[in-house]
């Protein structure tokens, strides 16, 4: 099975950028789809970005905007999220995701449901 933890979150000015990781143990996250998704709480699991197994395909919520880069790298098992230009409505709980793949493509941002296996979350406070 594979277990995830994410980094990398913190406080932010307006305006400004992180980089979350989420490093992947026990098995290799090769063959799922991986993505990130953020929680507000008493608010619904929101899909921030996704990308297949080979990095050709991801994408993307619409608030993103082009703000913000998802990537991989499966031979080191993590998962990466460039968030540039924050705003205070992107303050969450960023959680890393794995879900399986639909050939060379992957269930949506719009999806959480199908993805099963979860990291804790990283805080994100942007002000």
């Known amino acids: 099975d594979v277990q995830l933890v994410e980094s990398g979150g913190g406080p932010v000015q307006v305006g400004g950028s992180l980089r979350l990781s989420c490093v992947a143990s026990g098995d290799t996250i090769g063959r799922y789809c991986m993505g990130w998704f953020r929680q507000i709480p008493d608010k619904e699991r929101e899909g921030v970005a996704v990308i297949n197994r080979n990095s050709q395909r991801t994408l993307y919520g619409e608030f993103v905007g082009g703000r913000f880069t998802i990537s991989r790298d499966t031979l080191k098992r993590t998962l990466t999220l460039q968030m540039n230009d924050l705003k205070p409505d992107d303050t969450a709980m960023y959680l890393c995701?794995?879900?399986?793949?639909?050939?060379?493509?992957?269930?949506?941002?719009?999806?959480?449901?199908?993805?099963?296996?979860w990291g804790q979350g990283t805080q994100v406070t942007v002000s």
């Open positions: 995701a794995a879900g399986p793949a639909i050939g060379s493509t992957c269930y949506g941002p719009s999806h959480p449901e199908y993805h099963s296996k």
